[in-house]
């Protein structure tokens, strides 16, 4: 009996420290596309997927995007600041594959310096980058060569 009571305990232990570490990492994902870019970009057929994790206890935030039938050799992607529909500022540069299009993968990971403190749009901090995509205020953007201001975009929400 002792050790059933031991076993229950270690248990329910072992589930309220899982719960804890969980609620430490939020989920944000994007549909990228052209209509989403500011001023959209309607002759693309690009679009794609990005699922982007902050690790609150960590201070890391990490990044899979997926494109798809980009046209063009990709020339940049980021996180910028900005709501739906408005063009926004570069806050997280991504290390993208150097002239890849058609079909390929953005990963990476940032730090809290790795932030690009952005002053008119109050995002000079880790922590404001936090309160930015938690806010909804946040997304990403992929650039190519045919469209370097942007080929697809899409806003980051927090998944629940």
Known sequence: MRRVLSLVIAGAFTLLFSAQAQAQTLTF?????????APPVAATGAGGFATVT?????QTLSWVV?????PSGVTAGHIHAGGVGVAGP????FTVPTNASND??????????DVV???PQGVNTWEDLVQAMMTGHTYVN???Q???GGEVRGQLVQQR
């Open 142 to 144: 992929v650039h190519s």
């Open 66 to 70: 997926d494109v798809f039938n980009l």
């Open 146 to 148: 045919v469209n370097p």
């Open 29 to 37: 994902t994007a549909t990228l596309s052209g209509s989403n870019e």
């Open 90 to 93: 570069v806050v997280v540069n």
């Open 117 to 119: 403190a952005r002053q």
């Open 104 to 113: 390929f993968r953005i990963t990476g990971s940032a730090r809290p310096a």
């Open 54 to 58: 902050l690790n609150l206890t960590a």
